[in-house]
């Protein structure tokens, strides 16, 4: 294996690591839009000091990635200043387990001390989709990050390299909607991750039946990361009841709660 930096000219890497092989073939037509504004996305923020490293096999293979990004242009709602933070880290499903995401970590360690520090927002026993094992906090404390601020199953870690400041959470905020009687979903996506794009379709065809009024909002703005408290998820009525990307059933779940 090997740890490669990406650029502009390296965006099928990326593509292939986030739409590899065992995404099913319907999702992936789906995902087609969310992955070309990804592409579109990461350019503009490489300019403002995003950077994507892969770890490669010997003939190539697409293996994983990971993106980080000085902690003030963070994907998620959090607040800092002496740290890198990481977007995500992400090792196609046929790799698990098989020491992929070390050298990943690693470099990004490194690449942090000039800055002090480096953070993420991770899950303790959660699962995105309700099977997705993305972002466990397990992995990231086998490495020396410490929990520094919490939300229920989403935990802020730290791993301090000299900085000597921890980063916060912003909390998720309800919020007063104006409406009638027909339930309103709040679809939270940004375009670092085309997967928010599958959930806001999935979401939209899904609250039909209910006869909701579904709308995505896009959180590319760090100013509308701020104003929810939240980067992707969902709000029904103006109240975050998903603070991660969810299945359809759990979705439902909540806005038949939010009817009763």
């Known amino acids: ?10 965006l099928d890497i990326v593509a292939g690591i986030c739409l590899d ?7 992936r037509e789906i995902m087609k839009p969310a992955m070309e504004a990804r592409r579109d996305w ?7 000091g995003l950077q994507v490293t892969a770890v490669l096999g010997p003939k190539g293979e697409k293996k994983g ?5 000085p902690i003030q242009l963070a994907s998620e709602p959090v607040s800092g200043t002496k740290s890198l933070f ?9 790799f698990w387990r ?13 690449r942090a001390e000039e800055f002090g520090g480096v953070s993420v927002l991770a899950y303790d026993s959660d699962r995105w989709f309700g099977f997705m094992p993305y972002m466990p906090s397990s992995f990231f404390e086998k490495f020396g990050f410490v929990a520094v601020d919490r939300d229920e199953s989403r935990v802020l870690l730290h791993l301090d390299l000299g900085g000597g400041e921890k980063p916060t959470l912003i909390p998720p905020k309800t919020r007063i909607l104006d409406r009638n009687d027909r339930p ?5 996506f940004n375009n670092q991750c085309p997967w928010s794009g ?27 990361v701020e104003e929810y408290g939240l980067s992707r998820g969902v709000c029904v009525n103006g109240v975050p009841v998903m603070k991660r990307m969810a299945t359809v059933k759990e979705i439902e779940a909540a806005v038949k709660t939010a009817l009763e």
């Not at 294996?1 to 390296?10: A, F, G, P, T, W």
């Open 1 to 10: 294996m090997h740890v490669r930096m990406l650029s502009e000219d390296d």
């Open 21 to 27: 092989p065992s995404v099913p073939a319907k999702w």
């Open 42 to 48: 990461l350019k503009a923020m490489m300019q403002k």
């Open 65 to 69: 990635l990971i993106e980080h990004v």
């Open 86 to 94: 990481i977007n995500c880290i992400w090792v196609v499903e046929a």
């Open 98 to 110: 098989t020491g992929a995401a070390k050298p990943l970590i690693e470099h990004c360690i490194k």
């Open 184 to 188: 309103i979903v709040e679809v939270l």
């Open 198 to 224: 599958w959930m806001a379709d999935k979401v939209r065809r899904a609250m039909k039946k209910y006869k909701a009024i579904v709308e995505a909002v896009n959180t590319d703005d760090r100013s509308v």
